[in-house]
């Protein structure tokens, strides 16, 4: 950890609003300064600065702190290494840990940051390099953009980055171990790259962790190759160009989310710097927290084929366990960005990929009903199917209502018979209201009589486990455990909600993790809403919720267990009311479980 008092010397000695005047204009009023705040979509100069206090505060979103908090927030760095670059501007040299993890990973970084160099000399200096920028500059990639991407070559000799960085002094394990060369036949190492250009791979904080080479020249061989997961990698954490896309999302409040890095690059080249994309993987909790900690407002920009849909759906259903509901555009006739800038040029691009941003589910909705033939029996059933499937996942009635109409619409047919049919064939005990003045048995609200009462036993073991979660992520992680596949009951979304908020800011601020700084922290980010404050207040101060006492806690989580396999008993038989066979042995299943209790 870096001394307080090393932290107290540099807010004490540096001036902020001197810091702060060079990431955003400041003007003078009276003792302070103001500017537009970079941390929300701020039209005014809101943001205060004031040497005299050494502390920022926007008067809009309330983010305040001092020179350290607004550098790492700005550049999206943790706390520790915000604090290392301002110690430089006052010749401090200090390292934010000395543990051998640190010093390995320092040491590991490094080498990927030279292997990064290596690339990058080799395509502007050498006469493959010189082939290879022929075809980046066909593709339209500039200079600049080779500068800004840091965008390399790998030679054609078997081991020339191992020999660069072996005489550089670097140990051959690592090099191994980071996926940069491999042990080959008669026990010689070589290359993993090899004739291909090169894109590194960064981490949020701009260090590079991997790389991904294409290759230029025809060739048998993949199209692309990535570094293996390792120490550094991991691919379900990196966002490519989630580094340098941070500041832009903040300052416009927005992030889209591509497929591929080569569609970020095809995007920044149409002037949309605040794009970024997964890596060959789906979305995951690690992402959206990265995402989350810039911005809310999520455009996907996925492909139209079967693929592209299928990787929308996730992504939605996902963003919508944190209650967002994401954007989407779609280029036309299947096009990739690189694609649409051929065709079109850049400014096109640009303009569509603002204007066509349309909820998620507008989009999911017209690919669908593209390939509608309203002939064809089997075509519209399959239509139905795709539709009822996609609003099947979403948590918003009004949502499902407005497709279901507009379904009904489209195709010509009554609502009432469609919305019997959507619960028919996806058993979705929700609130869709079918007029049945026949009043027959087998009736949506009748199935609904099945529910499970909430007891004040499951509420205040719910209350018990909030408070225990806040100040101990361990008890948080095992919680989850339990109830990772169970997705909020009716009359517990308050509870839900607020367990999922401190889950994200796990993950969004793993350095608090375990302090009390975390728990005021949390505290602070949930009651900014006003449905949580009074609930979360009445727990943190109530002094009958023991978070010292593991009892407590474990006796809670057994009765939540318990409730959770009630409910999910509830479901399969409503299941089996509606006519699905495949629930019966579910029901078996799940009664043995609670039977082992």
Not at 308 to 323: P, T, V
Not at 434 to 460: D, F
């Amino acid at each position: 950890m870096i001394p307080g008092n090393i932290r107290n010397k540099i807010i004490q000695d540096l001036s902020i609003v001197e810091v702060v005047s060079e990431y955003l204009p400041l003007t003078r009023k009276g003792n302070s300064y103001f500017g537009v705040c970079p941390f929300h979509d701020d039209k005014n100069p809101s943001m205060s600065v004031s040497d005299s206090v050494k502390m920022f505060n926007c008067f809009s979103c309330n983010t305040k702190g001092n020179v350290i908090t607004f550098v790492a927030k700005y550049e999206n760095i943790s706390y520790d290494q915000a604090t290392i670059k301002l110690a430089e501007r006052i010749g401090l040299k200090i390292s934010a840990n000395t543990s051998k993890e640190a010093l390995k990973q320092e040491r590991l970084e490094n080498i990927m940051n030279e292997a990064a160099k290596f690339y990058s000399f080799y395509l502007k200096n050498s006469d493959e390099g010189t082939e290879a920028l022929k075809y980046l500059h066909d593709r339209g990639i500039s200079d600049e953009i080779i500068e800004k991407f840091r965008i390399g070559l790998a030679p054609s000799l078997s081991d020339g980055l191992y020999q660069f960085l072996i005489k550089k002094g670097f140990s051959e394990l690592d090099l191994i171990e980071l996926g940069l060369v491999k042990q080959g036949e008669n026990n010689k190492i070589h290359d993993i790259f090899r004739i291909r250009v090169m894109f590194p791979l960064a981490s949020n904080n701009g260090k590079i962790v991997g790389f991904s080479g294409r290759i230029y020249t025809v060739s048998n061989q993949a199209k692309y190759i990535n570094s293996n997961e390792n120490v550094l990698f991991h691919k379900g954490e990196v966002l490519y160009n989630m580094h340098n896309a941070a500041l832009f999302a903040r300052q416009l409040d927005k992030i889209y989310l591509f497929e591929g890095f080569m569609d970020v690059i095809a995007a920044y080249r149409a002037g949309i710097k605040n794009g970024v994309a997964t890596m060959g993987t789906a979305l995951t909790k690690e992402h959206i927290a990265s995402i989350l900690s810039v911005t809310k407002n999520i455009v996907l920009c996925f492909d139209g084929d079967e693929a592209g849909i299928k990787a929308m759906r996730r992504s939605a259903k996902m963003l919508s366990s944190y209650n967002i509901i994401p954007e989407a555009v779609v280029l036309p006739n299947n096009q990739d960005p690189d694609e649409y800038i051929k065709e079109y040029g850049a400014k096109q691009l640009e303009a569509y990929l603002i204007s066509k941003a349309k909820p998620v589910y507008y989009w999911l909705y017209k690919l669908a009903y593209d390939k509608v033939i309203k002939s064809d029996i089997a075509s519209v059933e399959q239509f139905k199917h795709t539709v009822f499937e996609f609003i099947n996942e979403i948590n918003q009635e009004t949502i499902i209502d407005y497709y279901l109409n507009q379904m009904a619409n489209d195709l010509g047919i009554d609502i009432n018979s469609l919305k019997k049919d959507f619960v028919n064939k996806i058993g979705k005990n929700s609130s869709v209201e079918v007029n049945n003045p026949t009043n027959q048995t087998n009736t949506v609200s009748q199935v609904q009589l099945a529910e499970v009462p909430i007891t004040k036993a499951v509420r205040r073991a719910y209350q018990i486990i909030i408070k225990h979660c806040i100040y101990n992520h361990n008890k948080l992680n095992k919680y989850l455990a339990h109830t990772q596949d169970f997705f909020a009951g009716s009359g517990l979304v308050l509870e839900f909600s607020i367990i999922q908020a401190i889950e994200t800011e796990v993950l969004i601020n793993p350095k608090l993790l375990n302090t009390s700084k975390f728990a005021v922290h949390n505290i602070s980010v949930l009651c900014s809403d006003e449905q949580f404050k009074e609930y979360i207040e009445n727990i943190i101060n109530d002094k009958f919720i023991d978070i010292s006492n593991d009892d407590d806690f474990e006796q809670s989580l057994n009765l939540i267990i318990k409730f959770i396999k009630k409910v999910k008993t509830r479901d399969i038989k409503n299941r089996i009311i509606r006519g699905d066979d495949s629930a019966i042995n579910d029901f078996t299943a799940s009664k043995k479980d609670e039977n082992n209790l």
